[in-house]
């Protein structure tokens, strides 16, 4: 139980354009969504939260109007990597929180974004 | 400081030997942590997750925990090349997890 279904797993985009990343819990409500980053050999970086229904909360550094998060159901969360350039290729993942068992936090796949 | 400290390896370990992992933390008031393996390219995935001071064990995984000396290990028994990846320590912080910059293990046949 407590999946996260992450897509796509990898993409390849033009600099300058827009990428949508999904995230969805498939057999819980994911009231909450973290989104990471990560750059080769180095630990995940928290970009943002989000919350059903509500803004996403970004971490210091990280721009807000490049990186669109909506959270829309407690079953969807979306980023939106707009206006790509190559130094936002990265991996990038997404996790949420399961309650009331031993599950902790659960991830997703991850999505693989090269900017050419 | 840091809120959680790892020696990023990498660790080298033969086949069939104990593999020890060790993760310290800030935060005292910390409840809940967590080891996740992530090999390359994929997403971590959860090994263990320890709330009490003491051992838990889980198959060839057990985790230590001891709060008084704000210090979280993992022990894997009777290593195996599958076990090769980075393991992350992270622990339950403010509405998140905080996560240590993880340790790249190496089992050697």
């Not at chain 1, 969504?33 to 970009?47: A, H, I, T």
């Not at chain 1, 996790?95 to 031993?102: L, M």
């Not at chain 2, 979280?72 to 076990?83: A, C, E, M, T």
Request: proline share 4%; aromatic share 12%.
């Amino acid at each position: 139980g407590a999946v996260v279904s992450q897509h796509p797993s990898w993409v390849i985009c033009k600099s300058g354009t827009s990428v949508k990343i999904e995230c969805r819990s498939l057999d819980f409500q994911a009231t909450t969504m973290f989104w990471y980053r990560q750059f080769p050999k180095q630990s995940l970086m928290l970009m943002a939260t989000s919350n059903e229904g509500s803004k996403a909360t970004y971490e210091q550094g990280v721009e807000k109007d490049k990186f669109l998060i909506n959270h829309a159901s407690l079953t969807l969360s979306t980023l939106t990597v707009t206006s790509a350039h190559p130094e936002d290729s990265s991996f990038y993942i997404c996790s949420a929180r399961v309650t009331g068992g031993p599950y902790g936090y659960t991830f997703g796949s991850g999505t693989r974004l090269t900017v050419v | 400081q840091k809120e959680v400290e790892q020696n990023s390896g990498p660790l080298s370990v033969p086949e069939g030997a104990i593999a020890s992992l060790n993760c310290t933390y800030s935060d005292r008031g910390s409840q809940s942590f967590f080891w996740y393996r992530q090999y390359s390219g994929k997403s971590p995935e959860l090994i263990m997750s320890i709330y009490s001071n003491g051992d838990k064990e889980d198959g060839r995984f057990t985790a230590q925990l001891n709060k008084a000396s704000q210090y979280v290990s993992l022990l894997i028994r009777d290593s195996q090349p599958s076990d090769s990846a980075t393991y992350l320590c992270a622990f339950q912080g403010a509405q998140k997890l905080v996560f240590g910059q993880g340790t790249r293990l190496t089992i050697n046949p």
